[in-house]
């Protein structure tokens, strides 16, 4: 199967767990939310698709091959923080660039992607810039571009638009939306903002205590929440 399977997924910081026997199949191409409040394990488990934190049991597949083992690197996926982490003394160009060139590609093949990516995500004007001649939407646009530039087939995005003010994260949910739409890429997307998760998730997956409380359209878990948790986190009458 295409896309991102977590089976009986289980961890523990220092023997305590925190996630609970997860099992989750996420669609080659959807848009999900991981949707919770904060310290439910969120981060967790993305860092665990992203192989940034070993799992202690289960096994997570993407794209049909078992990385569970396997180094970031070698996962075919990106990732988009919430603290862009962009390196402050390259270019904007160098930044985005960056990955492709540790991976060897030829100079003229990495211009020719980085140029298509600041032609997409309409960042040409900076591409010279430092990170610190940015704003923080910039900058956040230049993280996006980052992952883009390596086309990977899973985007992995950490509450990449907390950072932001409320204009700019309105704006950039519309283009973040525009671009699943025009990629087709799976992405999964983790916040604990409702309003992000109604509005850009094809299957939302509402997080507590480290558990899945339910998986379903934005519009299902909006009228028809699975338990009392859900109904008062999204908001919902009950
Ligand atoms: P979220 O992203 O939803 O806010 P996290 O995944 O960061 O939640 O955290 C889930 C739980 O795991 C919390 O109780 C947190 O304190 C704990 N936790 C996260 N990272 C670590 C770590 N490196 N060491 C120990 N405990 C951690
Ligand atoms: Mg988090």
Do not use: W
Request: aromatic share 6%.
């Amino acid at each position: 199967m295409n896309g991102v399977e977590l089976r009986n997924v289980t961890k523990a910081y220092a023997g305590l767990t925190v996630m609970e026997d997860i099992n989750l199949e996420i669609a080659d191409g959807d848009f999900l939310v991981l949707l919770g409040p904060s310290g439910c394990g969120k981060s967790t488990l993305l860092n665990m698709i992203a192989g940034l934190e070993p799992t202690t049991g289960g096994a997570i597949h993407i794209n049909g091959r078992d990385v569970t083992d396997l180094e970031p690197d070698e996962r075919d996926i990106a990732m988009v923080f919430q603290s862009y982490a962009l390196y402050p003394t390259m270019s904007v160009r160098r930044n985005i660039g960056f990955g492709l060139k540790m991976r060897g590609m030829p100079k003229d093949e990495i211009e020719t992607r980085v140029a298509e990516v600041g032609e997409l995500l309409q960042i040409t004007p900076l591409l010279d810039r430092k990170p610190s001649q940015l704003s923080g939407g910039q900058q956040q646009r230049v993280a996006i571009g980052r992952a883009l530039v390596r086309e990977p087939s899973v985007f992995l995005f950490d509450e990449p638009l907390s950072n932001l003010d409320a204009k700019l994260r309105a704006d950039m949910r519309i283009e973040l939306k525009r671009l699943h739409e025009r990629l087709g890429r799976t992405i999964v997307y983790v916040t604990h903002d409702q309003i992000e998760a109604m509005t850009l998730a094809t299957k939302v997956v509402v997080l507590d205590k480290g558990r899945i409380q339910q998986v379903d359209t934005p519009e299902n878990v909006y009228r028809r929440p699975a338990n009392r948790f859900v109904a008062s986190f999204v908001g919902a009458p009950t």
